[in-house]
């Protein structure tokens, strides 16, 4: 069974940092676009980064740029997010996903496999 599990979430101050770490048990993961997304209470999901089966290419929410990077090691089967520069509206749930065969891509509907999430909290 495919499955992806998130761990790293956690409780910090603005302005801190953390890393976010997904690991997967895909035999092809290095085959697969992986994106995270994130929600918050009330909010619909949302695209926060993406990164391509070699890691040559990535894509960033405006709201995230410059402040987190999306990387992965396929040698490990594991994707990262680390966050730095945390603000109260980084609060949200965040999700790895994986887009297994489909084009390099921010949409949230190719992304088919997921994980269930960590949680980020951010005090002001």
């Known amino acids: 069974q495919v499955q992806l599990v998130e761990s790293g979430g956690g409780l910090v101050q603005a302005g801190g940092s953390l890393r976010l770490s997904c690991a997967a048990s895909?035999?092809?993961?290095?085959?697969?676009?992986m994106g995270w997304f994130r929600q918050a209470p009330g909010k619909a999901r949302e695209f926060v980064a993406c990164?391509?089966?070699?890691?040559?290419?990535?894509s960033y929410a405006d709201s995230v740029k410059g402040r987190f990077t999306i990387s992965r090691d396929n040698a490990k089967n594991t994707v990262y997010l680390q966050m730095n520069s945390l603000k109260p509206e980084d609060t949200a749930v965040y999700y790895c996903?994986?887009?297994?065969?489909?084009?390099?891509?921010?949409?949230?509907?190719?992304?088919?496999?997921w994980g269930q999430g960590t949680q980020v909290t951010v005090s002001s």
């Open positions: 895909l035999r092809t993961f290095s085959s697969w676009t």
């Open positions: 990164i391509s089966d070699g890691g040559d290419f990535t």
């Open positions: 996903a994986a887009n297994a065969g489909g084009p390099f891509s921010r949409r949230l509907n190719l992304y088919t496999i």
